[in-house]
């Protein structure tokens, strides 16, 4: 072999395990930026439930109207702490609002991205108002609930089935409603395709992803103008081995397609976190009694905020329908 080829064959192998090696470290550094727990999150980071500097309209007025509803309903229902141990071992914690104790009607309302239980007491508001009793749980590498990486959904579809166990352990005649935001949504989304009590009688999700690839992927090119591939690719080994799942399998898409319960679908129009466009592909995707509802004009996480009597008076209405 001439000594130019064999310089060239050597100049290629080193540019290629630079890459290698490159494509990995920055692999390892989003799994770390978007997955591993931290007490706080990077100043970068979406927290799953208010939208990153936009508002619309009477947005900032009906959201201190409500939280000043929700202050007044927290004086005057049972809050206690409860928790289940999920599969892998970690300790997950919940909050549950109680009104009526008699009541058969439970709610499981799931947080979105780097949030946590405390987040959602407007929603849960609005359910225990409608006659629930609402559960709220942390999701796990989130508030008190145990774990080092964040499931993005997919983990947490098995959390919150154990969740909706407890609730069937405790009340046989339970009848029992999904709802989540963001990640929330997601999560409730993957859970719909699971084998399901039949205590569940509907699944109501808000500006939830298509899968976890397509939403990094989505995030990749927003936060750092980065290229799918190779980047995606090495975050997505690094988190199977650190996390313990894939980011193609964490598909609401396809999880959908095997859902046997009715599901509500709520977007934003103006959302750019989780693009707008993904709903109608959810949507299209569940083969159940269904709705869509879009808000004009709200941004991520927004809807309710932006208009809530329209939000909430569609929920009731489309759980009116499935409800004794």
Same mark, same amino acid.
């Given at each position: 072999m001439k000594k130019k080829t064999k310089i060239l064959i050597s100049v290629l192998v080193l540019a290629a395990a630079i890459l290698t090696a490159g494509s990995f470290w920055a692999g390892n550094y989003l799994v770390d930026y978007a997955l591993y727990r931290t007490d706080q999150a990077p100043e970068s980071a979406h927290d799953g439930k208010a939208p990153v500097g936009e508002t619309y309209g009477n947005e900032e007025a009906n959201k201190a109207q409500e939280q000043a509803l929700t202050d007044a309903w927290l004086e005057t229902v049972s809050i206690e702490k409860t928790e289940i141990v999920s599969e892998d071992g970690l300790t997950l914690r919940a909050l549950q609002y109680t009104a009526d104790p008699s009541a058969h009607r439970y709610a499981l309302v799931i947080h979105g991205y780097t949030s946590n239980k405390e987040a959602m007491q407007t929603e849960a508001r609005h359910f225990s108002e409608l006659g629930y009793t609402v559960i709220t749980p942390d999701n796990r590498a989130h508030g008190e609930s145990d774990g080092s990486y964040i499931g993005m959904g997919w983990l947490d579809r098995k959390d919150l089935l154990l969740w909706i166990q407890q609730i069937v352990n405790q009340d046989s005649q339970a009848e029992i409603i999904l709802y989540g935001v963001s990640m929330g949504g997601a999560t409730v989304m993957m859970t719909a395709g699971e084998e399901l009590p039949d205590n569940v009688k509907a699944v109501i999700e808000d500006c939830g992803y298509t899968s976890v690839y397509d939403m990094f992927k989505n995030q990749l090119d927003y936060r750092f103008g980065l290229p799918e591939f190779p980047f995606l690719a090495t975050a997505d080994v690094m988190t199977g081995i650190r996390a313990g799942y894939h980011f193609k399998e964490a598909s609401a898409l396809e999880q959908l397609k095997k859902a046997? %319960? /009715?599901?509500?679908?709520?977007?934003?129009?103006?959302?750019?976190y %989780? /693009?707008?466009?993904? %709903? $109608?592909? %959810? $949507?299209?995707?569940? /083969?159940?009694?269904?709705?869509l509802l879009v808000v004009e004009g709200a941004a991520h996480a927004a809807s309710a905020d932006v208009d809530p009597e329209l939000y909430w008076n569609s929920v009731t209405a489309f759980l009116n329908r499935f409800l004794n």
């Amino acid at each position: 072999m001439k000594k130019k080829t064999k310089i060239l064959i050597s100049v290629l192998v080193l540019a290629a395990a630079i890459l290698t090696a490159g494509s990995f470290w920055a692999g390892n550094y989003l799994v770390d930026y978007a997955l591993y727990r931290t007490d706080q999150a990077p100043e970068s980071a979406h927290d799953g439930k208010a939208p990153v500097g936009e508002t619309y309209g009477n947005e900032e007025a009906n959201k201190a109207q409500e939280q000043a509803l929700t202050d007044a309903w927290l004086e005057t229902v049972s809050i206690e702490k409860t928790e289940i141990v999920s599969e892998d071992g970690l300790t997950l914690r919940a909050l549950q609002y109680t009104a009526d104790p008699s009541a058969h009607r439970y709610a499981l309302v799931i947080h979105g991205y780097t949030s946590n239980k405390e987040a959602m007491q407007t929603e849960a508001r609005h359910f225990s108002e409608l006659g629930y009793t609402v559960i709220t749980p942390d999701n796990r590498a989130h508030g008190e609930s145990d774990g080092s990486y964040i499931g993005m959904g997919w983990l947490d579809r098995k959390d919150l089935l154990l969740w909706i166990q407890q609730i069937v352990n405790q009340d046989s005649q339970a009848e029992i409603i999904l709802y989540g935001v963001s990640m929330g949504g997601a999560t409730v989304m993957m859970t719909a395709g699971e084998e399901l009590p039949d205590n569940v009688k509907a699944v109501i999700e808000d500006c939830g992803y298509t899968s976890v690839y397509d939403m990094f992927k989505n995030q990749l090119d927003y936060r750092f103008g980065l290229p799918e591939f190779p980047f995606l690719a090495t975050a997505d080994v690094m988190t199977g081995i650190r996390a313990g799942y894939h980011f193609k399998e964490a598909s609401a898409l396809e999880q959908l397609k095997k859902a046997s %319960v /009715p599901m509500m679908f709520i977007h934003g129009s103006n959302d750019t976190y %989780v /693009p707008t466009d993904m %709903v $109608y592909q %959810v $949507y299209e995707a569940c /083969p159940t009694e269904k709705e869509l509802l879009v808000v004009e004009g709200a941004a991520h996480a927004a809807s309710a905020d932006v208009d809530p009597e329209l939000y909430w008076n569609s929920v009731t209405a489309f759980l009116n329908r499935f409800l004794n």
